[in-house]
T-cell receptor, first 114, second 116 residues
Framework: KAGVTQTPRYLIKTRGQQVTLSCSPI?????VSWYQQTPGQGLQFLFE???????NKGNFPGRFSGRQFSNSRSEMNVSTLELGDSALYLC?????????????FGSGTQLSVL | AQKITQTQPGMFVQEKEAVTLDCTYD???????LFWYKQPSSGEMIFLIY??????QNATEGRYSLNFQKARKSANLVISASQLGDSAMYFC?????????????FGSGTKLNVKP
């Protein structure tokens, strides 16, 4: 089974631009969540989707948005990029919503904002 | 308050020795899950071990074991017989049994260096 696939792997943008990151979960996984990882703040929860519905959202400004498609693939969008948005963005999927269900992570998209 | 605290930013261990990575957590939820992940320099988070709050025994997975002390709210990861490939960042994480099912709280991580 293929793992969680994130594209692109690396991205360089300038301030004010917008960006779209893509995530393909493991086949059969309906839950997709996104995390932002920075050296200063560590891993922070962005949002989670289950069956095309956003179930949870972290404490991020409205410039961060996402969606999930009927095939469970997910995209996240960041508009009006700021220098502080430079980070590794990790996508994770899981088949069910249960306490002991681990997250399967992709390799991430490294976003650099210049 | 921090949900997950990892107080060791970096650690060194000699190859073939055991090492303990500390993790304390904070929750008022009686039902929760604790996870450890490894993140090599490639960036991907690799699941290592899981402990449920109601599990009576400490979890073990190969060379990994979890020293779960519920009263102290600690969930330390023990790696036995360290290998060079164990050099990586290690994250402790928690999920509470609440509406926020798939929201994980992560600690700041511990960078482990295994010396030959």
């Amino acid at each position: 089974k293929a793992g969680v696939t994130q594209t692109p792997r690396y991205l360089i943008k300038t301030r004010g631009q917008q960006v779209t990151l893509s995530c393909s979960p493991i086949s059969g996984h309906r839950s997709v969540s996104w995390y932002q990882q920075t050296p200063g703040q560590g891993l922070q929860f962005l949002f989670e989707y289950f069956s095309e519905t956003q179930r949870n959202k972290g404490n991020f400004p409205g410039r961060f948005s996402g969606r999930q498609f009927s095939n469970s693939r997910s995209e996240m969008n960041v508009s009006t990029l700021e220098l502080g948005d430079s980070a590794l963005y990790l996508c994770a999927s899981s088949p069910r919503l249960s306490l002991n269900e681990k997250l399967f992570f992709g390799s991430g998209t490294q976003l650099s904002v210049l | 308050a921090q949900k997950i605290t990892q107080t060791q930013p970096g650690m060194f261990v000699q190859e073939k020795e055991a090492v303990t990575l500390d993790c304390t957590y904070d929750t008022s939820d009686p039902s929760y899950g604790l996870f450890w992940y490894k993140q090599p320099s490639s960036g991907e988070m690799i699941f290592l071990i899981y402990q449920g709050s109601y599990d009576q025994q400490n979890a073990t997975e190969g060379r990994y074991s979890l020293n779960f002390q519920k009263a102290r709210k600690s969930a330390n990861l023990v790696i036995s017989a360290s290998q060079l490939g164990d050099s990586a960042m290690y994250f402790c994480a928690m999920r509470e049994d609440s509406y926020n099912f798939n929201k994980f709280y992560f600690g700041s991580g511990t960078k482990l260096n295994v010396k030959p």
